[in-house]
């Protein structure tokens, strides 16, 4: 085994008496330097300290790491800071290879949650950091944002830092510290910790390698107590030493059951160079180095830290880690971490023979963490660093609909219904944020809201206030707070009123509905009446009363005022579906008709934003708004026929003088354009729904805290109260309905109208159909085929007939025929038997 520490020339003394394995180093410089060398010998190379994650068996094919490496560990806590919601965190190492490069494999685990390592600050390599270096370092983490601290480094750097922490306060509540392996190592092996050392690390949450309890592991504990007089504890990575050993003894008993023998082989490349102070001439290569290394990594046994096999990438199989947390009395076991479950509260080998399910809550729980100041509340993870830096705020300096957001003239001072909403959500924040407003914008025109949001992500502001509308492609830089007020895009044309005169009554309807409603009334009439006329005597009756019949009954049917009985199940189920439709039209008539007689109406061209996308007209749109990006490329319009415009003034003689058939603008600019500009309207609905919100840079903490404000404003009232300071206005009668001259269309009840008709003819066919079969029942000669052409006209009036009689008159007519003709054949046939006799006689 090589020490912590030797000198190169003593290991390579070692290796010329024909080494075939080599237990560790315990560092991870050591163990790059060694694997090179390993590589060359087909020697194996073993070691449960060395965790450097960038150990690669791709490149150190002979380097095997019989602990879990620092990629695991990392992983574990990128998934405790993802699990507490926490985004920044700020990493504190050793100058290493294995702890910078740990460090490397906690940011890029990190980014896979969306958070990051805000600061990385960089100590001597342990032990010769000096407490003035590391109160340095500390003293620019205090001025920093985040207050979530990961340590990586070993026990005497790691204790000096928590020392230096405790000085400067930051051992107190609102701080994490995340130590790594290393503190559960010190707290494992001494049996006793200092007052000083234990109260520095109170809070602290530490990671120790998790090793199954088994009986073997609690008699060799005893055994080690024995033999070190309590002097020292015993820390899982003595199991891992222990393990190694054996691993080592098997591999090598396998290896000779093969039938294999150690021989060595000079290597020519080393021989070349010669004796020299290195001798690296004596050196000799493993022959059997290569199957040695393959029965290591086919180890399939059970030694004191529990199974031990390796996976296809080398590392032990299912790493796991305990989470524990220093209290005042010593530490407490607050759950566990696998590659196979994730965060646990019970033990990971409970859960290997499940599905793994790393989403599932009953496993991703941790239990009450005593986090630094003695708190169990989780901490917020950030402050806002008193560095003497005020929270830049981008405004928008509006000249048009100054009631939203503007800036009072001759100062820097804003002011409006969405900067008094800031300032209300903010004062709901549980700390203070000290912040300063900057103007955008040239106090000539409206500023570009895309330019201004776009600031956030260039580093010129911390946060963006006012009217800044919630759009895909802007999500997409930044972080928006909860909505405080929706918006949308709507169409505002021009109107004029319609006035109610005589025939009012005709314009709930367009003529075509008046059309095919009338028609459908004259066709079911004409249906049910077909249906009832051969049983039902009140449909039957001279040519006249017939039609009448029809008619009537046809339009008494609007106001169910029908007297006439209908008795055919065909007839009934025809007149429930016409009644259902009547319904219908009736109500929708009457609501319109309504709306028509005692609400304004307006009229305009402009039907809605399909008939104005559809039109070539020219539209208006407010400066610096998406609108004009929304209607290029979301409904493909010709910018050549975009107008922008500046100001409700510049709307309305647009609007006026027919510079623009109409204006695209949010839902609340056009309110406040209305209450001063009764002859326009808007057109059709909102066709895009949103809202306005303030804006952060990405995973900015202060957005979800504003968020969480702005709906407590909303269901206080508060926001409510603001809207109706600034923004409320008296509503002109015009805009009452701006909607209420729209007729109702066929295309509103053409699935009613098909339903309808639909039944009309089924049951027409069903009718005839049972009427043919009747027919033939009671005149069969209609079917005999020996009539000829010259009676088709008579077989025709025969069924007209038949069709125009009472059912029961056509039994009786028909029975009397059929005994008439029975009659006569008697006759025919005595005159038959007469003639014949007479024959006979003579």
Wanted: glycine fraction near 6%.
């Amino acid at each position: 085994m090589i020490p912590t520490s030797v000198d190169f020339s003593v290991l390579l003394a070692f290796m010329e008496t024909d080494t075939v394995a080599i237990l560790g180093p315990q560092n991870a410089v050591m163990a790059h330097v060694l694997s090179h060398l390993a590589n060359e010998l087909h020697v194996p190379l073993l070691s449960f300290t060395a965790l450097d994650p960038s150990l690669s068996p791709l490149q150190y094919p002979y380097f095997v790491q019989t602990a879990p490496n620092d990629l695991f560990q990392m992983t574990a806590i990128a998934e405790i800071v993802s699990f507490y919601g926490w985004t920044e965190v700020i990493a504190i190492y050793s100058d290493d290879d294995q702890s910078r490069n740990g460090v490397t494999a906690l940011g890029d685990k990190l980014a896979e949650r969306r958070s990051r390592i805000s600061y990385k600050a960089a100590l001597p390599p342990d032990p010769a950091a000096k407490r003035s270096q590391v109160q340095d370092e500390l003293i620019k983490i205090l001025g920093m944002e985040s207050r979530v601290i990961v340590l990586h480094t070993f026990s005497k750097t790691g204790l000096l830092v928590f020392d230096v922490a405790q000085s400067l306060g930051m051992m107190e509540k609102g701080f994490v510290w995340i130590a790594t392996t290393w503190l559960s190592t010190v707290l494992d092996s001494s049996l006793t910790l200092s007052p000083k050392v234990a109260n520095s690390i109170q809070g602290v949450l530490t990671f120790r390698p998790h090793t199954r309890d088994s009986k073997g592991r609690k008699d060799f504990e005893s055994r080690w107590n024995k033999l070190s007089n309590g002097s020292i504890g015993l820390n899982p990575y003595g199991l891992y030493a222990y393990d190694t050993v054996w691993m080592i003894a098997h591999a090598l008993k396998l290896f000779f059951d093969q039938g294999n023998t150690i021989s060595f082989s000079n290597d020519s490349n080393l021989s070349n160079l010669g004796g020299g102070i290195l001798n690296l001439g004596a050196l000799s290569i493993f022959d059997g180095g290569s199957k040695l290394l393959s029965n290591i990594l086919q180890t399939n046994m059970t030694g004191l830290t529990g199974p031990i096999q390796f996976s296809t990438d080398r590392s032990p199989l299912y790493p796991s880690y305990e989470v524990i947390n220093v209290i005042e009395n010593g530490y407490q076991l607050i759950g566990y971490w696998s590659n196979y479950s994730g965060l646990s509260i019970v033990p990971p080998e409970t859960l290997y023979g499940k599905p793994a399910n790393r989403s599932s809550s009953s496993q991703r729980l941790l239990s009450t963490v005593v986090w630094p100041g003695g708190v169990t509340v989780k901490p917020r993870g950030w402050v806002f660093p008193n560095n003497g830096r005020y929270l830049r705020i981008g405004v928008p300096s509006r000249v048009s609909y100054r009631d939203f957001v503007s800036k009072v003239n001759g100062t820097d001072d804003v002011r409006g219904y969405c900067i008094d909403i800031f300032l209300a959500a903010i004062k709901l924040l549980p700390y203070a944020v000290p912040y300063k407003f900057i103007p955008f914008g040239d106090d000539h025109k409206n500023p570009s809201y895309a330019e201004l949001v776009n600031q956030i992500t260039a580093g010129k502001f911390d946060a963006v206030i006012g009217d800044i509308a919630i759009v895909t492609n802007r999500t997409r830089a930044v972080d928006f707070t909860q909505p405080y007020t929706e918006s949308g895009l709507v169409v505002v044309a021009p109107v004029k009123k319609l006035n109610s005169n005589e025939w009012a009554f005709l314009r709930p309807f367009t003529p075509w509905m008046w059309v095919v409603t009338s028609t459908f009334f004259l066709v079911v009439g004409a249906v049910v009446w077909i249906l009832e006329h051969r049983i039902n005597d009140e449909f039957r009756g001279p040519p006249k009363k017939q039609i009448v019949t029809v008619l009537w009954f046809s339009f008494s049917t609007m106001f169910f005022a029908h007297r006439e009985n209908t008795v055919s199940t065909l007839g009934r189920v025809v007149l429930i579906i016409w009644l259902f439709v009547v319904l219908i039209i009736n109500s929708s008539y009457t609501a319109s008709l309504t709306s028509i007689l005692t609400v304004q109406q307006l009229s305009s061209p402009i039907k809605g934003i399909d008939s104005l996308v559809t039109s070539n007209e020219r539209i208006g749109y407010q400066v610096g708004s998406f609108a004009e990006n929304y209607l290029i490329e979301e409904l493909n319009i010709a910018k050549t026929r975009l107008i922008a415009l500046g100001s409700p003034e510049e709307y309305a003689r647009a609007l006026i003088n027919g510079t623009v058939a109409a204006v695209v603008d949010e839902r609340p600019y056009v309110d406040l354009f209305l209450s001063e500009y009764c002859q326009f309207s808007i057109r059709g609905q909102e066709f895009t729904k949103g809202g306005w919100g303030f804006a952060f840079p990405r995973d900015s903490p202060l957005a979800i805290d504003m968020s969480t404000a702005i709906l407590t404003l909303s269901e206080n009232g508060d926001l409510q109260k603001l809207h109706s300071k600034w923004l409320a206005r008296k509503v002109c009668g015009s805009q009452i309905s701006e909607s209420g001259s729209e007729q109702l269309q066929i295309q509103s009840f053409w699935g009613l109208f098909l339903i309808c008709g639909v039944a009309c003819f089924l049951a027409l066919f069903i009718y005839f159909c049972m009427m043919l079969r009747q027919f033939s029942r009671y005149s069969p000669e209609v079917s005999d085929p020996s009539i000829g052409a010259s009676s088709r006209s008579r077989r025709i009036q025969t069924f007209l007939s038949f069709a125009d009689d009472k059912v029961d008159d056509w039994k009786s007519k028909l029975k009397r025929k059929r005994d008439d003709e029975l009659s006569n054949g008697y006759a025919k046939e005595d005159e038959s038997v007469v003639g014949s006799q007479r024959m006979y006689i003579s």
